[in-house]
């Protein structure tokens, strides 16, 4: 009795082999280059203290030099844990995930019927290569020079063709070949109109589907008919085809990962061929599909971090958004994905042919994390300016990170997408380039020389030090408020997200905390992160430790009001800050009524965040709002409205 056939072939598909023999063995690091699944170790099955017994990952098989014990996973456990062949077949099927089947007393009769299979494939693969040196194929010849691939390519490539009319049906026939065996290989079908047998492949140009192994599975058929509904067509499933579970140019793909060739995934049969030709050899691609949970595990089994370069049109970038999903619950350390996308229109092939290999280079060393495109499909062409939009964003990056089943992983995608996060709504931009003034001072010209124009005065007096040292101590305080509250902080996310820190080490902290929010013990985190001298630097500062929150840290509600109050005085002030700086830059000489709106505007948001302020020390004086000003500022902004048009005791404007 046997097991069903094709479950051992699926079984070592689904293993690494690595995994399998590192269980009981040490790796000679020295020796072993883990990244193309070429492994050394003492033999497990003798003594010995060099590193004898070799493993190769990419191909399922074990070798000692030493003792000559040679085999595949089952054979190493039946060795190693002293069992019987079905037991060994279970304890890897329970590592693989697979369920045993029940032994299949026709198992025998079934693989023989297989390798008879086989055999008739590679027969019609024969015919159709001679098909395409005929007449009837002199459209067929004409598309693939066209298509680059010399005579010498295309017999390296098995290319043949099926004829418009007979075809390998007849041919197979007329050899004596059981009609009923060309129908189970998908060759041929029956006709919905009763009219017998009939070719699946007509007038089509044929690329035969070989698996890992180098057996003839299967064909795919592209027409040679412009307008045909079908342009590219596969087998059926069959007993040798499952066309989610193979890849096409699978053998030579693995053998040039194996070499330290970079493994890339194409669309389709030309885009691989063309790959292939111009030096890109381990490449393979998917059959007809998207791709499938059993196609990325036979790549991870080729290499750890594939590149999928899928074509530059919608369809492509669909396609490639679609393996996010199946690959995310599959996702293991060192076991990823990354993307190379194609620019708009072009496929590969199209590529290579218009800019040459070193392009087609050149966008496989630039292909980007698969996390940098989950988060480009959940937010290109969208508009975050709501409260609400953004919390819709955020619930659906936290499902997807959720389908990671490794914690490590998961735990990595979530700070990266914080990172990104927090860069898409801070809404950091640089500075504009300032428009050259006629009369302004350069020190490197003129050293001697100042402009006391009215602009040059009102920014000397508008945007005073001062209020820059108090942004810098209203940031100290809120990070280490932060810090010893981690309870209350992610309240203040989007708030902490949109503070401009001007200090490098206040913003290494402000990243540090976005990327931990939520999280107990912050402190040991950044300290982790940052060493422990930034936090050390944080809380000596005089104001920090007299601030109620940091003296009281386990009051939440005490946290809540500090973080509140200076949030708002520190959006307040900057704010202030900015309008002044654009008033600035708009004052071409003549002040108008929105430009000095805005200014008053400013004023007034300063004057109500300032009510609050405890600075004992400071002059005050009373607005004609009613509200408590520091004389400073007051005189400050006094001076620049009289230089752009207003007298003092003159009218402002309201809002």
């Not at 003792?67 to 037991?87: L, Q, W, Y």
Request: a neutral charge.
């Amino acid at each position: 009795m046997s097991l069903p056939p094709g479950f051992l072939d699926e079984l070592r598909n689904r293993l690494s082999l690595g995994q399998v023999v590192g269980r009981k063995v040490m790796w000679d690091t020295r020796k072993s280059n883990q990244g193309k699944g070429d492994l050394w170790a003492p033999c497990p099955f003798h003594q010995e203290k060099t590193a004898s017994f070799h493993v190769d990952d990419r191909k399922g098989f074990y070798y000692c030099f030493g003792c000559h014990a040679k085999g595949d996973a089952i054979s190493f456990v039946r060795e190693t844990e002293n069992v019987d062949f079905m037991e060994a077949v279970k304890i890897l099927a329970a590592e693989a995930g697979m369920p045993v089947p029940e032994r299949d007393p026709r198992a025998q009769e079934k693989a023989d019927a297989r390798t008879v299979l086989v055999d008739v494939m590679e027969q019609a693969v024969q015919y159709h290569r001679l098909q395409l040196q005929t007449g009837a194929a002199a459209a067929a010849r004409d598309y693939l020079e066209r298509r680059g691939l010399s005579a010498e390519a295309q017999a390296r490539w098995e290319i043949g063709f099926a004829p418009p009319n007979g075809g390998v049906l007849e041919q197979l026939s007329g050899k004596g070949i059981d009609q009923k065996l060309i129908v189970d290989a998908g060759l041929a079908a029956e006709s919905d109109r009763g009219n017998g047998l009939y070719n699946r492949f007509r007038d089509r140009i044929m690329f035969p589907i070989r698996d890992a192994r180098g057996r003839a599975i299967g064909f795919g058929g592209r027409a040679m008919d412009p307008n045909h509904p079908a342009k590219y067509y596969n087998s059926p499933e069959t007993a040798l085809f499952d066309k989610g579970r193979s890849l096409f140019n699978h053998g030579p793909a693995r053998e040039a990962a194996g070499k330290g060739k970079r493994l890339v995934v194409a669309e389709g049969y030309m885009d691989v061929i063309a790959l292939s030709e111009a030096g890109f050899t381990a490449t393979v691609a998917p059959l007809g599909t998207a791709i499938t949970e059993d196609q990325l595990r036979l790549l991870w089994r080729m290499a750890p971090e594939p590149v999928i370069a899928l074509d530059g049109d919608t369809a492509g970038l669909r396609a490639a958004m679609r393996v996010i999903d199946i690959a995310l619950p599959l996702l293991e350390a060192g076991q990823s994905l990354r993307f190379a996308l194609m620019p708009e229109g072009l496929d590969p092939d199209d590529l290579i042919k218009a800019q040459g290999a070193g392009a087609m280079q050149k966008l496989l060393d630039q292909a980007i994390p698969m996390v940098q495109l989950l988060w480009r499909r959940e937010t290109e062409g969208q508009t975050f300016d709501s409260p609400e939009r953004k919390a819709a964003l955020d619930k659906t990056l936290r499902e997807k990170i959720k389908l990671i089943q490794d914690p490590s992983i998961r735990n990595h995608y979530g700070q990266a997408i914080k990172d990104m996060r927090w860069a898409l709504f801070s809404n950091r931009k640089a500075a504009p380039a300032r428009k050259a003034r006629g009369g302004a001072w350069n020190p490197r010209q003129d050293p001697w020389k100042r402009d006391v124009s009215p602009v040059a005065a009102a920014r000397s007096s508008a945007l005073a030090t001062g209020g820059e040292d108090q942004d810098h101590l209203r940031e100290a305080v809120i990070l280490a408020t932060m810090i010893v509250a981690p309870a209350v902080a992610p309240e203040f996310e989007t708030a902490l997200e949109q503070m401009d820190s001007r200090d490098p080490m206040h913003r290494d902290l402000q990243v540090c905390l976005l990327r931990h929010l939520g999280t107990a013990d912050l402190r040991s985190l950044i300290m982790r992160d940052l060493g422990e001298a930034p936090l050390e630097k944080l809380f000596a500062q005089s104001h920090v430790a007299i601030s109620p929150a940091i003296r009281r840290g386990g009051d939440a509600e005490i946290a809540r009001l500090c973080l509140a109050e200076e949030f708002a005085k520190l959006n307040a002030r900057q704010g202030q800050a900015r309008e002044i700086e654009d008033a600035i830059e708009d004052l071409s000489g003549v002040a108008d009524e929105g430009l000095t709106w805005r200014l008053a505007e400013a004023t007034k948001a300063v004057d109500r965040a300032g009510r609050g302020d405890n600075d004992d020390r400071a002059e005050y004086a009373v607005g004609k709002n009613g509200a408590r000003v520091k004389k400073d500022e007051q005189s400050a902004f006094d001076q620049l409205l009289e230089q752009i048009g207003f007298a003092k005791g003159q009218e402002r404007p309201k809002s």
